[in-house]
DNA sequence: AAAGTCAAAGTGACGC
DNA sequence: GCGTCACTTTGACTTT
C-alpha cells in the first residue's frame, strides 16, 4: 500500500466522513460546542448498516404493557448470566458457579427495586441474553425511537430508559473506538509525510548545491562543445571523444542549452 | 487490599 | 419538551 493509497481513503482532513448517510439526526448534531478531543477529532461515524429493519423487534407487543411484565429474564440466563458481551476486554468475568447464582438473583430483582427504592443507585449488570439482543438491535439501528424502545424494554424485560442509557453508552462506546482507529491511521499519514517531506528536503538541498555549481558546459572542456546548427545553441557531447566537428565560437551565446546534437529534435544536426 | 477497568447511570447543554 | 450528546460519577468486577 503506497502512500496515497493510504491518504485516499476519503478522511482527508476531514477525517472519517464516510458511513454518515446511515447515522441517524442526532449524528448530526456535530456542531454540538463541546467537544471531546482536539483538532484532530475525525468525524465519527456509527457505521450502521441499514436504518429500516426494525420490523423484526417490533412484535405483537402492547408497548403499555412494558415493563410490567413480573417474567424475570434473568432466570433463563446462561451460566454466565453476568457477563456483558460487548467490550473489548468482555470475556474478563468468567465466573463460579456459586456467584453466578448471586449474581442472577442481583439482576433479576433489579427492575423492581429502582422503581421502587428511587434513589438507591443500584447498578446493574446486563445478562449475556440481554446484551446480545442489544447488539443485534443496535447492528440494526444505532438510535431508537419511542416505539422501539418499549417493545425492546418489554422484551428484555428492562426499563425503556435502561435501554436508552445502553444505546447511549453504546454510541459513546463506539464513536470511542472509531476515534482511536482514526487517531492510528492519522498517525500513519503523519509519519508518511514526514518521510516524504524529508525526501524532499534532501532533494531540494541536492538541487541547491547543483546549483552553486558553475553551469555544466563551462566545465566541460571546448573540444566536446559543439553548435546547433539550426537554433545556434550551445551543448556539450555527451561522452565526447574530441573527434566531433566544433564550432568554438559558442561561449557566451545568448542562446545556450545543453545541446546533444545526437538527440536534438532538429535531425539536420 | 489497592489499583485498574468496564459499563450503567446521572447531569446539563444543545438542536430540533 | 424531547432526544441526543459529552462529560462525569459510581458500582461491579478483575488484576496485581
Redesign the pocket.
Known amino acids: 500500500m503506497g502512500f496515497d493509497d493510504l491518504c485516499n481513503t476519503g478522511l482527508g482532513l476531514g477525517l472519517g466522513c464516510e458511513g454518515n448517510s446511515n ?15 482536539t483538532s484532530l477529532e475525525p468525524s ?1 461515524t ?1 457505521a450502521l448498516s441499514d436504518d429500516n429493519s426494525y420490523q423484526a423487534l417490533e412484535t405483537q407487543i402492547d408497548v403499555n404493557k412494558a415493563c410490567e411484565e413480573p417474567t424475570d429474564p434473568c432466570q433463563q440466563a446462561s451460566p454466565h448470566s ?9 470475556i ?4 463460579d458457579p456459586g ?1 453466578e447464582e ?2 442472577v438473583e ?2 433479576s430483582s ?1 427492575a423492581s427495586d ?1 422503581d421502587e427504592e428511587g434513589s438507591a ?6 445478562t449475556k441474553e440481554q ?1 446480545a439482543l442489544l447488539e443485534d438491535s443496535f447492528r440494526e439501528h ?5 416505539k422501539q ?1 418499549q417493545a425492546l424494554a418489554k422484551q428484555l424485560n ?2 425503556p ?2 435501554v ?10 463506539t ?1 470511542l473506538k472509531q476515534t482511536e482507529v482514526d487517531c492510528e491511521f492519522l498517525k500513519k499519514c503523519c509519519e508518511k509525510l514526514t518521510d516524504e517531506n524529508r525526501r524532499l528536503q534532501k532533494e531540494l538541498q541536492e538541487l541547491k548545491t547543483l546549483k552553486l555549481a558553475p553551469p555544466l558546459y563551462m566545465q566541460l572542456p571546448a573540444a566536446t562543445l559543439t553548435m546547433c546548427p539550426s537554433c545556434e545553441r550551445i551543448g556539450g557531447i555527451a561522452g565526447g571523444d574530441g573527434s566531433s566537428k566544433t564550432n568554438n565560437s559558442f561561449a557566451m551565446a545568448p542562446k545556450t542549452h545543453f545541446y546533444n546534437p545526437f538527440t536534438h529534435p532538429s535531425a539536420a544536426c
Not at 92 to 95: A, G, V
Open positions: 447515522l441517524s439526526k442526532s449524528d448530526h448534531q456535530q456542531r454540538h460546542k463541546r467537544s471531546l478531543t465519527l456509527l453476568g457477563v456483558s458481551s460487548f467490550s473489548n476486554a468482555s474478563k468475568r468468567e465466573r456467584s448471586m449474581e442481583r439482576v433489579r429502582e443507585r443500584k447498578k446493574l449488570r446486563l446484551s444505532s438510535t431508537l425511537n419511542p424502545k428492562l426499563r430508559r435502561q436508552e442509557v445502553w444505546f447511549q453508552n453504546r454510541r459513546a462506546r464513536k
